[in-house]
């Protein structure tokens, strides 16, 4: 079953529509819309939670439940997720801690090859 061009498109429009209206609607409800209380407070935490459960099953994919290896441990993925964490949590320099993870990755990853 292939659809032709159009459909894709019209496809891609319609769910680039349906996310932008999803993730603006509290900006225009009413303030008696709005949610409160530990709702709100909930809200806070839902774009790091839904990062987390995109990059936590990549990075662990390879990882077992078996002693640590040299190999385990220049995983770029691992690695570099280590040194995001590290990083970011005695600096507290977000893009700091990125583009060190970033480097690890790549640098890790070229020297594998």
């Not at 600096?91 to 990853?109: E, K, Q, T, Y």
């Amino acid at each position: 079953m292939t659809e032709g061009p159009a459909f894709i498109w019209g496809l891609i429009a319609l769910l680039t529509i349906v996310s932008l209206v999803a993730r603006n609607l509290f900006l225009v409800l009413p303030p008696a819309w709005q949610p409160r209380g530990r709702v709100a407070e909930a809200l806070r935490y839902a774009p790091l939670s839904a990062l987390l459960a995109i990059t936590v099953p990549e990075i662990l994919r390879d990882v077992r439940l078996a002693p640590l290896t040299p190999d385990l441990l220049l995983d770029p993925r691992l690695a570099a997720a280590v040194l995001l964490a590290l990083v970011l949590r005695f600096s507290r320099r977000p893009v700091l801690a990125l583009a060190l993870g970033a480097a690890a990755f790549f640098g890790l990853g070229a020297w594998g090859e």
